[in-house]
């Protein structure tokens, strides 16, 4: 994994688009390792019956997602320092699966403490799902 450097970050830098698939083998294996059972991420008849309009994935594992598009591109997890999103819609997973479709764009670089501020926007089915998503980044 190559580590981003300051020299080569500026603000106006993008993400390129990365495809992430959300699978219902997906939630249930998510679900396992959060201890989130909500059924309204694996039972499509319990999330129709509270009115989704099928089931969806867990807010934390879309979260995770874009982490892991920003934690590739800075070189490695351990580089993000902050990282915060407000949930704005479901991912709706239906037997197909879906795709959730993660960017980003540097806004700021601090060439002193060699940190970078990332905007970063996902969105599935259209939709976005994530809003006021930012990481700050530890660059070499």
Same mark, same amino acid.
């Given at each position: 994994?190559?580590? @981003?450097?300051?020299?080569?970050?500026?603000?106006?830098?993008?993400?390129?688009?990365?495809? !992430? #698939?959300?699978? @219902?083998?997906? *939630?249930?294996?998510?679900?396992?390792?959060?201890? &989130? %059972?909500? #059924?309204?991420? %694996? $039972?499509?008849?319990?999330?129709?019956?509270?009115?989704?309009? &099928? !089931?969806?994935?867990?807010?934390?594992?879309?979260?995770?997602?874009?982490?892991?598009?920003?934690?590739?591109?800075?070189?490695?997890?351990?580089?993000?320092?902050?990282?915060?999103? @407000?949930?704005?819609?479901?991912? +709706?997973? #239906? /037997?197909?699966?879906?795709? !959730? +479709?993660?960017? =980003? +764009?540097?806004?700021?670089? &601090?060439?002193?403490?060699?940190?970078?501020?990332? $905007? *970063? /926007?996902? /969105?599935?089915? =259209? $939709?976005?799902?994530? =809003?006021?998503?930012?990481?700050?980044? %530890?660059? $070499?």
């Amino acid at each position: 994994m190559t580590v @981003r450097t300051a020299a080569e970050t500026e603000a106006g830098d993008v993400i390129a688009p990365v495809t !992430v #698939p959300v699978s @219902r083998e997906t *939630l249930v294996a998510y679900a396992h390792a959060s201890g &989130d %059972q909500n #059924p309204i991420h %694996q $039972d499509e008849e319990f999330a129709k019956s509270v009115g989704l309009p &099928d !089931v969806i994935a867990h807010g934390m594992w879309t979260l995770g997602a874009a982490g892991s598009v920003v934690s590739e591109w800075v070189g490695g997890a351990g580089r993000v320092i902050e990282f915060g999103t @407000r949930f704005t819609k479901p991912v +709706v997973v #239906p /037997t197909t699966g879906a795709d !959730v +479709v993660i960017d =980003g +764009v540097v806004k700021s670089v &601090d060439p002193e403490s060699r940190r970078a501020t990332v $905007d *970063l /926007t996902a /969105t599935a089915g =259209g $939709d976005k799902v994530l =809003g006021r998503c930012t990481a700050i980044v %530890q660059l $070499d």
